[in-house]
């Protein structure tokens, strides 16, 4: 008998006709149409069983990774963006953290006024006077620049764009030595004494002073967030990113500096965080022998500058 409820009618219909003529008792043939319903859905719900088990089978035969992909694709993707993102704030959140117990007291230690700076520090600073005319247009049209700053650039890393020169400046420039942080896996970093590019090397500003001697190497160096970080020698890169991790050294953690075959030894003193404008780092105390690390914080951003002071203590070869 066929399941289409329009042919089961007429099927049904047909039956009791053929029944009625043939003088079969109406309750018999109620009884067979029953018997017959109830053999159907018995194969109805046996077809079913089979159904389910066939796709039971399938979907034991798939590989697990099949059979779960449509769960863990999308957590995977949604983990990955979390990932990245955390990458990008967590930095950032914790070093405002950090600085909020750690360099407020720095702050209000700062013993120069910004004004005053140049009255003490041995800073020439060069620049033309813009004549009267331009003095006039300064005041009167505001300059706007659109064009996003180059970091990677020394230049563009105080607030005026404008690097002062300090006395003796001249007299070292072009000079080279070596800086290992072993904490920080950095081995074999060069830097070089004046110029501008931070993709090539690390740059001590010219005029402070060289590893060993009275004052304060400033050396300089590029940071980016944490997920790149890379300063292995194989990488082309490492100067993109070769300090993005030296506001996680403590007091005690060695710094090593080579020139000339000769090999100094640091230790780190203390850390702080500075404005763009502040080019007080710069200066140079005849009394102690130091070494300054400095380089953009938070990770990866250009807020401040974060400033890593190391003092020399007595070195023997192994």
């Given at each position: 008998m066929s399941t289409n409820p329009v042919d089961m009618h007429e099927q049904l219909v047909s039956l009791y006709r053929r029944a009625l003529l043939s003088g079969i008792d109406m309750s018999e043939v109620d009884d067979k149409i029953s018997e017959f319903s109830v053999r159907q859905d018995a194969s109805e719900k046996v077809e079913e069983f089979h159904d389910a088990e066939r796709i039971g089978r399938t979907k034991r035969a798939l590989p697990t990774l099949m059979r779960v992909g449509s769960f863990s694709i999308p957590a995977l993707f949604i983990g990955v963006g979390l990932y990245l993102v955390g990458t990008a704030v967590v930095p950032i959140l914790g070093s405002y953290i950090s600085a909020t117990s750690q360099l407020q007291a720095a702050q209000l230690m700062a013993p120069i006024p910004q004004e005053e700076v140049l009255d003490v520090t041995p800073l020439v600073i060069t620049q033309e006077q813009p004549s009267e005319k331009s003095q006039v247009d300064l005041q009167s049209e505001p300059q706007i620049i659109d064009e996003a700053l180059d970091y990677t650039n020394l230049n563009n890393w105080f607030a005026d764009a404008t690097l002062p020169e300090l006395a003796?400046?001249?007299?070292?420039?072009?000079?080279?030595?070596?800086?290992?942080?072993?904490?920080?896996?950095?081995?074999?970093?060069?830097?070089?004494?004046?110029?501008?590019?931070?993709?090539?090397?690390?740059?001590?500003?010219?005029?402070?002073?060289?590893?060993?001697?009275?004052?304060?190497?400033?050396?300089?160096?590029?940071?980016?967030?944490?997920?790149?970080?890379?300063?292995?020698?194989?990488?082309?890169?490492?100067?993109?990113?070769?300090?993005?991790?030296?506001?996680?050294?403590?007091?005690g953690d060695e710094i090593f500096v080579t020139q000339d075959g000769v090999k100094y030894k640091y230790l780190v003193q203390e850390k702080t965080e500075v404005k763009p404008e502040d080019v007080y780092i710069l200066k140079q105390n005849y009394s102690v022998k130091q070494l300054k690390l400095v380089t953009c914080t938070p990770e990866g951003t250009y807020l401040r500058r974060g400033v890593v002071t190391a003092t020399l203590v007595p070195f023997a070869e192994e």
């Amino acid at each position: 008998m066929s399941t289409n409820p329009v042919d089961m009618h007429e099927q049904l219909v047909s039956l009791y006709r053929r029944a009625l003529l043939s003088g079969i008792d109406m309750s018999e043939v109620d009884d067979k149409i029953s018997e017959f319903s109830v053999r159907q859905d018995a194969s109805e719900k046996v077809e079913e069983f089979h159904d389910a088990e066939r796709i039971g089978r399938t979907k034991r035969a798939l590989p697990t990774l099949m059979r779960v992909g449509s769960f863990s694709i999308p957590a995977l993707f949604i983990g990955v963006g979390l990932y990245l993102v955390g990458t990008a704030v967590v930095p950032i959140l914790g070093s405002y953290i950090s600085a909020t117990s750690q360099l407020q007291a720095a702050q209000l230690m700062a013993p120069i006024p910004q004004e005053e700076v140049l009255d003490v520090t041995p800073l020439v600073i060069t620049q033309e006077q813009p004549s009267e005319k331009s003095q006039v247009d300064l005041q009167s049209e505001p300059q706007i620049i659109d064009e996003a700053l180059d970091y990677t650039n020394l230049n563009n890393w105080f607030a005026d764009a404008t690097l002062p020169e300090l006395a003796n400046a001249k007299e070292v420039e072009g000079e080279e030595y070596i800086v290992d942080i072993p904490k920080l896996n950095v081995s074999n970093a060069r830097v070089k004494v004046g110029g501008t590019d931070l993709d090539e090397s690390l740059i001590a500003y010219p005029g402070t002073a060289l590893p060993g001697d009275v004052g304060a190497p400033v050396i300089f160096g590029h940071s980016v967030l944490r997920a790149y970080y890379n300063p292995s020698e194989k990488n082309s890169r490492r100067y993109n990113s070769i300090f993005s991790t030296i506001m996680t050294l403590k007091a005690g953690d060695e710094i090593f500096v080579t020139q000339d075959g000769v090999k100094y030894k640091y230790l780190v003193q203390e850390k702080t965080e500075v404005k763009p404008e502040d080019v007080y780092i710069l200066k140079q105390n005849y009394s102690v022998k130091q070494l300054k690390l400095v380089t953009c914080t938070p990770e990866g951003t250009y807020l401040r500058r974060g400033v890593v002071t190391a003092t020399l203590v007595p070195f023997a070869e192994e």
